[in-house]
T-cell receptor, first 116, second 114 residues
Framework: GAGVSQSPSNKVTEKGKDVELRCDPISGHTALYWYRQSLGQGLEFLIYFQGNSAPDKSGLPSDRFSAERTGGSVSTLTIQRTQQEDSAVYLC??????????????FGAGSRLTVL | AQSVTQLGSHVSVSEGALVLLRCNYSSSVPPYLFWYVQYPNQGLQLLLKYTTGATLVKGINGFEAEFKKSETSFHLTKPSAHMSDAAEYFCAVRPSGGSYIPTFGRGTSLIVHP
């Protein structure tokens, strides 16, 4: 597609429920990133996928968080047993690797998660 | 390892006044530096970037930033603020080699008064 698409745009869930957030990156972008944006906290790195390499999961805050990327394209971020502190905007971005576009991330509009 | 510090979570200016948003970084290797802007209810978009070459880089909407290695700074400026510049601005750094994962600052909210 023309841009990075994320769904749902808004999700309200009850504490303890599982949620799935989806990201559809720009076609041809081999790198995909998940960040979390909390009020006053900036962007917190969560996980990075690059081609067929093992993902860099160093930013995942707990084992309740996981992500996968199928076929080198669409990615799903799953949060199990949600807690109130998981409330945030979850941002997905994609980029090229190598060449002049290697350094620029294109972001989606985000998925706002509210845990009651 | 790298980090980014943005001084001031909020900056308020009058329309037509100079805009200065500060960013200092730390990086163990030569950095690539970025400014992204987030308008209300929109995703982040690239404003400008420094990779190599000229240390003064120009971006969209009249913004520019200067890479100063000796000061480890990459401050963002615009000579004359417009109301439409009101947004959240994020500075980011990533190493020029190795990891492709940028580290972002906490952001600075620019408020423009008429």
């Amino acid at each position: 597609g023309a841009g990075v698409s994320q769904s749902p745009s808004n999700k309200v869930t009850e504490k303890g429920k599982d949620v799935e957030l989806r990201c559809d990156p720009i076609s041809g972008h081999t790198a995909l990133y998940w960040y979390r944006q909390s009020l006053g906290q900036g962007l917190e790195f969560l996980i990075y996928f690059q081609g067929n390499s093992a993902p860099d999961k160093s930013g995942l805050p707990s084992d309740r968080f996981s992500a996968e990327r199928t076929g080198g394209s669409v990615s799903t971020l799953t949060i199990q047993r949600t807690q109130q502190e998981d409330s945030a905007v979850y941002l997905c971005a994609s980029s090229l690797v190598g060449g002049t576009g290697a350094n620029v991330l294109t972001f989606g509009a985000g998925s706002r998660l509210t845990v009651l | 390892a790298q980090s980014v510090t943005q001084l001031g979570s909020h900056v308020s200016v009058s329309e037509g006044a100079l805009v200065l948003l500060r960013c200092n970084y730390s990086s163990s290797v030569p950095p690539y530096l970025f400014w992204y802007v987030q308008y209300p209810n929109q995703g982040l978009q690239l404003l400008l970037k420094y990779t190599t070459g000229a240390t003064l880089v120009k971006g969209i909407n009249g913004f520019e930033a200067e890479f100063k290695k000796s000061e480890t700074s990459f401050h963002l400026t615009k000579p004359s603020a417009h109301m439409s510049d009101a947004a959240e601005y994020f500075c980011a750094v990533r190493p020029s080699g190795g990891s492709y994962i940028p580290t972002f600052g906490r952001g600075t909210s620019l408020i423009v008064h008429p």
